[in-house]
Structure formats: C-alpha cells, structure tokens
T-cell receptor, first 113, second 113 residues
Framework: DSGVTQTPKHLITATGQRVTLRCSPRSGDLSVYWYQQSLDQGLQFLIQYYNGEERAKGNILERFSAQQFPDLHSELNLSSLELGDSALYFC????????????FGSGTQLSVL | DAKTTQPNSMESNEEEPVHLPCNHSTISGTDYIHWYRQLPSQGPEYVIHGLTSNVNNRMASLAIAEDRKSSTLILHRATLRDAAVYYCIPFLTGGTSYGKLTFGQGTILTVHP
C-alpha cells in the first residue's frame, strides 16, 4: 500500500459527460501528480501541484482541469468526455523536495461508452 | 525535455542477475535518474533513484556512468515477482520543466522459472 488513495476505482460514463477523480496524497506529502495511461499512449504526465499551486504542466487537454485543495487532496475534472478519454488515471504524491521519489495510487479506470 | 532509450524487452531466468540499461544522454547535471516498475493493472512502483554516484537499496542497485549519459538498474537475483515493465526516467530539475517525470515505453522484463 503506497498510502495514496484514489477514488473511485472504476467509473463508467457516456460521451459528453463530466466526471471528477479524487486523490488523497500520503500524509505529509505536499506535491501531487496526475498521469493518464492508455494502451496506445503509455503513461502520460498531465499536471503537477505543489501545496495548492500548479507547478508543472504536461499534455493535459483543455477539457481537463485539476486543482489541489488546502487539505492537499486533489481532483482531476474531465469534461465533454470522448471515447478516447477511456484510460487509467493515476495520481502520485511526493513530499515535494528536490528529486524525491513518487508514490503512486492504484488508479481510477475510466470507461467512456 | 530529456529523452531516454531503453530496450523494448529483456528476459532472465529466476535467481540470475539482471542488468537493465538506459541511455539518457541529454539530461542536465542536476537532473535525477529515477527507476520505476509497473505490474499489470497496478500503479508504477518506485525502485531506486540517483544523481551521480551508484546507489543501493533492498530492491536493486543503480549504476550511473561517470558521464551520466547512461545508467543500469541491477536486480541481483531475479524472482518471478520482478516480471514487470521497468521505466528509466529523468527527474527534470531545471526551470519550467522542474518535477516533470515523463515515462517512456520502458523495458518489459520476463523472468523464466
């Protein structure tokens, strides 16, 4: 158990809908990362937050947004969903220091029908 | 962004050492080298990381070339549970790229009994 909690574990929805994925980092970790993993694209870095502020941005679509709240949990919002958004979404946390290791959650499997 | 090159796949027998190579010739002097592994349907798991000198932990050893253009992850005695996809990732520490961990395709390690 990495200590990172992601909910829900599975999510099935329809095209055009909006969903919210939640991530609770390990106790004391200030930084949260979001990744998307699909069969054809591998693990894609989406976005990183540190203590509530956006720190790094990757290949995140404009239809997607994220935030980190004062209690340090994070949410990834996906809107106007398309079939191609079906993927495993992982959250990872780290204390936030220089080059520290990431602890990954078990992911949310999103299926868009 | 720094790019890495890893073999697509490698095979080993149980109880034998495994050397997983990675080329990362474009990393900067302050970028860490991280290694993660991923089992099917699970989140990536941290294995080891380093900056300049070789590193050891209970899971593996990391040998970093003197010019830092390559590194090798060493599993001293492979077990069936080590069968996974292994990712070598530069942890970028410069400017707007700070904190980006970009996963490549990784090396699929197969361990034979």
């Amino acid at each position: 158990d990495s200590g990172v909690t992601q909910t829900p574990k599975h999510l099935i929805t329809a095209t055009g809908q909006r969903v919210t994925l939640r991530c609770s980092p390990r106790s004391g970790d200030l930084s949260v990362y979001w990744y998307q993993q699909s069969l054809d694209q591998g693990l894609q870095f989406l976005i990183q937050y540190y203590n509530g502020e956006e720190r790094a941005k990757g290949n995140i679509l404009e239809r997607f947004s994220a935030q980190q709240f004062p209690d340090l949990h994070s949410e990834l919002n996906l809107s106007s969903l398309e079939l191609g958004d079906s993927a495993l979404y992982f959250c990872a946390s780290t204390p936030g220091g220089w080059g520290e290791k990431l602890f990954f959650g078990s992911g949310t499997q999103l299926s868009v029908l | 962004d720094a790019k890495t090159t890893q073999p697509n796949s490698m095979e080993s027998n149980e109880e034998e050492p495994v050397h997983l190579p990675c080329n990362h010739s474009t990393i900067s002097g302050t970028d860490y080298i991280h290694w993660y592994r991923q089992l099917p349907s699970q989140g990536p798991e941290y294995v080891i990381h380093g900056l300049t000198s070789n590193v050891n932990n209970r899971m593996a050893s990391l040998a970093i070339a003197e010019d830092r253009k390559s590194s090798t992850l060493i599993l001293h005695r492979a077990t069936l549970r080590d069968a996974a996809v292994y990712y070598c990732i530069p942890f970028l520490t410069g400017g707007t790229s700070y904190g980006k961990l970009t996963f490549g395709q990784g090396t699929i390690l197969t361990v034979h009994p």
